[in-house]
């Protein structure tokens, strides 16, 4: 049985894709800082106990990451497939924004990508395994004051391509970049509340709807799958059509 690990899957995308890696026949070990969202996963996974792994891991840390990887190989005894989903937003107008905030985006999205990733890969090659790197179509566009998240995803994506091309052929990389999905019900209780989506919501897409996180979901078990071994260092935008719409006002 393979071993995924999913950072930040107390939550959102990463909540959702760690149901369906349980579904399709794998361990997930779910990497997550926010404590409350952690507790909450384990109650609502507890008759899947024997498939999970619940980590307390802050993943801008390295001290945390190395530990981490070394209590799931531990738990598990191997790692095939690592899932980089952690991410922090915070929008604020330029001249509000922090530097120790811009650090905090940066170290968390950019930097800790790197770190799961560097203290992994040994176990990944030795597996022939593969990285997934959740992006963001905020990479190649933006709303106002979203900076370090921007900036962060951008990074995210040329580091996708770095790893590819360092570790090939022992470990494939890709990214996923997400456009609008709706995780408004899937956040721990305390931030939970579903978004009354209207039609205009729907109609922008050219796909016709918001997406779902089992969109992205779909997407990772595709590019982790063996027969798909032909597939690195590429990013694919999972938006419903919204980044190749032309808008005019």
């Given at each position: 049985?393979?071993?995924?690990?999913?950072?930040?899957?107390?939550?959102?995308?990463?909540?959702?894709?760690?149901?369906?890696?349980?579904?399709?026949?794998?361990?997930?070990?779910?990497?997550?800082?926010?404590?409350?969202?952690?507790?909450?996963?384990?109650?609502?996974?507890?008759?899947?106990?024997?498939?999970?792994?619940?980590?307390?891991?802050?993943?801008?840390?390295?001290?945390?990451?190395?530990?981490?990887?070394?209590?799931?190989?531990?738990?598990?005894?191997?790692?095939?497939?690592?899932?980089?989903?952690?991410?922090?937003?915070?929008?604020?107008?330029?001249?509000?924004?922090?530097?120790?905030?811009?650090?905090?985006?940066?170290?968390?999205?950019?930097t800790g990508a790197f770190l799961c990733a560097k203290h992994t890969a040994p176990y990944l090659a030795t597996q022939k395994g593969s990285i997934i790197n959740i992006c963001s179509t905020r990479a190649f566009q933006s709303e106002p004051d979203t900076f370090a998240y921007s900036a962060s995803k951008g990074g995210l994506l040329a580091l996708t391509h770095s790893l590819a091309i360092s570790l090939g052929p022992d470990v494939r990389v890709n990214a996923i970049s997400p456009g609008w999905i709706d995780v408004s019900a899937l956040k721990k209780k305390a931030k939970a509340k579903s978004d009354e989506l209207q039609p205009e919501d729907h109609d922008q897409h050219p796909a016709g709807r918001v997406g779902q996180p089992d969109d992205i979901a779909r997407m990772i078990l595709f590019l982790i799958a063996p027969e798909n071994s032909f597939i690195t260092g590429q990013n694919f935008v999972v938006d419903g059509g919204m980044t190749r719409k032309m808008i005019y006002v």
């Open positions: 049985m393979k071993t995924a690990i999913i950072t930040g899957g107390g939550q959102g995308i990463g909540r959702v894709a760690t149901q369906y890696l349980l579904t399709h026949g794998y361990r997930v070990a779910v990497w997550e800082a926010d404590t409350d969202a952690l507790a909450e996963l384990k109650e609502a996974f507890k008759a899947s106990s024997a498939q999970i792994l619940f980590v307390s891991c802050d993943v801008s840390s390295e001290l945390n990451v190395r530990k981490a990887a070394e209590q799931t190989v531990a738990h598990f005894g191997q790692i095939d497939t690592l899932i980089n989903n952690a991410a922090i937003m915070i929008e604020k107008p330029l001249d509000k924004l922090m530097l120790d905030e811009w650090n905090r985006v940066i170290s968390t999205n950019l």
